[in-house]
């Protein structure tokens, strides 16, 4: 059984950076994309970043060259690293995984097969 675990979030001044990290465990399959999203109250959910099991990567317009994300060897453990934080950064942010799916944009092709964590809180204040 997959399960995703989240953590690092909370209030931060704008400009400033936070670290979020995601502890997975049981993810079967050796060829997968891990993402991160985020869900602002009233507003949809965004999927903000992703990596493959081959280590490409891509990113969102709204996080592109202020977000990185990473990975531990041995997909036990996915980072988000936020600079130059801004309060529409404002919001709940989801770990996920989905097996058999890869590619730089592979976060964009989630499908309800898709195992998330519970979410860690971000609160950026101006």
């Given amino acids: 059984q997959v399960q995703l675990q ?22 079967p399959d050796s060829v997968y994309c891990m993402g991160w999203f985020r869900q602002a109250p009233g507003k949809e959910r965004e999927g903000i ?3 493959d099991s081959q280590g490409r990567t891509g990113y969102g317009d709204s996080v ?5 994300i990473s990975q531990d060897n041995g997909k036990n453990g996915l980072y988000l690293q936020m600079n130059n934080l801004k309060p529409e950064d404002t919001a709940n942010y989801y770990c996920a995984v989905e097996t ?10 989630f499908s309800v097969r ?3 964590g519970q979410g860690t ?3 950026v204040s101006s």
């Fill in 6 to 27: 989240e953590s690092g979030g909370g209030p931060v001044q704008a400009g400033g950076s936070l670290r979020l990290s995601c502890v997975a465990s049981g993810i």
């Fill in 49 to 51: 970043a992703g990596i």
């Fill in 64 to 68: 592109k060259g202020r977000f990185t």
């Fill in 100 to 109: 058999r799916l890869i590619g730089y944009g592979c976060f964009r092709s």
């Fill in 114 to 116: 898709a195992t998330w």
């Fill in 121 to 123: 809180q971000v609160i």
